[in-house]
Structures are given as C-alpha cells and as structure tokens.
T-cell receptor, first 113, second 110 residues
Framework: DGGITQSPKYLFRKEGQNVTLSCEQN?????MYWYRQDPGQGLRLIYY???????QKGDIAEGYSVSREKKESFPLTVTSAQKNPTAFYLC????????????FGPGTRLTVT | QKEVEQNSGPLSVPEGAIASLNCTYS??????FFWYRQYSGKSPELIMS????GDKEDGRFTAQLNKASQYVSLLIRDSQPSDSATYLC??????????FGTGTLLAVQP
C-alpha cells in the first residue's frame, strides 16, 4: 500500500515541551511539506524539502524545526518557542520537479495546554 | 502577498443539482491549480488539477480555468450528500509551493 503516514493521530503536550511529529511516505516522492491548519483558516506552509538533506522555511517557520535525512521521512519538531502550537498538522508529498500535485497524510492533531 | 480567495459558504444545493464552487487568485505567475476535498476532521484529498485555460472533466467533476480573469471554478454535477465537505482551492507557481484558499463549505441537502 503506497501512501503517507503520520503519527500519532492525536498528541497532547504540556506547554514548554518540545514535540516531534512523524511523517513517512513510500511513494518515492522527492518533495515533502508540512502545513498547519487552524479553524477557519487555510493551510499555511511551515517547511518544505525538495531533496534529501535540504529544506526551506515556509511562511510560518518560527518555532518549528525539521530534518530530511532520508527521502521517506520528514519529521517536524514543534519547539517551546512556538507561541500557539495547538493545531492540525498536515504532511504532504509530491513527485517534485514540474509535477506539482501534493498528496496529504491523515494529519496529527496537537493540543498543548 | 499572494492570495487565493474563496467564499467560505456554506453553499447549500439540493441532491442531484449542480454545485458551483469559485476561486480567484492574485499571482499572475501561478501555473497550476488544484481542488481538494476535505471532510470534517480529515485531511485534504486531491480531486482535480488543471494547468491550462478551459475545462477539464473527470467523472462528475469539471474544473474550469480562466487565467486572464485569474479565476478557477469547480462544478460538481448530480451532487450527492456524500459530496458535503469543505473544498479547498490551491494555486502554485514556478516552485513546488502551493497557496491555499480558506475553503468553501458545501452542503448537499437530501
């Protein structure tokens, strides 16, 4: 079964703690993305990576960090510096190059109290 | 600021009718356009992509693109209650980044 997996589905943390969200894909896609979705708002790009060992900041990168050590994996760390971390986090991937269709994983709903 | 605008709705249509969803974008350099369907509490699912002016049909779905007017639309024929969802419009430029609208909530009434 080809697809994108994100774990866990729900995550609860106390304020001040760092937390890492997992994203894995077996689609052999070059590009991977992290978005955040808040109620009533569109998807906002946090970080993206078009190739292994390289990634770029999106529109709202402050308080987040990523790594891309393997083609299949693009974990996102939400640090204690992120002021409003409670949100629905979505990972996506695309073939890259001039193929722009992005496919999403099931998402992780993070609640920080 | 590059933007994609959608009416938030809700757009209410009776079962069997045509639902028409609209989207405008601000960046004239946008080259690729997508429609995603998102059920409540779920992740977005890609349903249509369009790159050239005109219409593109896939089953009950038709995407329409007018680059001169910077306008994209999605028509859903023979709407079903299972089509009730939020529809997200997205536009992409020369990079692999997409800009998403806030979505239109569609409610198909049985």
């Amino acid at each position: 079964d080809g697809g994108i997996t994100q774990s866990p589905k729900y995550l609860f943390r106390k304020e001040g703690q760092n937390v890492t969200l997992s994203c894995e894909q077996n689609l052999n896609h070059d590009a991977m993305y992290w978005y955040r979705q808040d109620p009533g708002q569109g998807l906002r790009l946090i970080y993206y990576s078009q190739i292994v060992n390289d990634f770029q900041k999106g529109d709202i990168a402050e308080g987040y960090s990523v790594s891309r050590e393997k083609k299949e994996s693009f974990p996102l760390t939400v640090t204690s510096a992120q002021k409003n971390p409670t949100a629905f986090y979505l990972c996506a991937s695309s073939m890259g190059g001039r193929v722009y269709e992005q496919y999403f994983g099931p998402g992780t709903r993070l609640t920080v109290t | 600021q590059k933007e994609v605008e959608q009416n938030s709705g809700p757009l209410s249509v009776p079962e069997g009718a045509i639902a028409s969803l609209n989207c405008t974008y601000s960046d004239r350099g946008s080259q690729s356009f997508f429609w995603y369907r998102q059920y409540s509490g779920k992740s977005p699912e890609l349903i249509m992509s369009i790159y050239s002016n005109g219409d593109k049909e896939d089953g009950r779905f038709t995407a329409q693109l007018n680059k001169a007017s910077q306008y994209v639309s999605l028509l859903i024929r023979d709407s079903q209650p299972s089509d009730s969802a939020t529809y997200l419009c997205a536009a992409g430029g020369a990079t692999n980044k997409l800009i998403f609208g806030t979505g239109t909530l569609l409610a198909v009434q049985p």
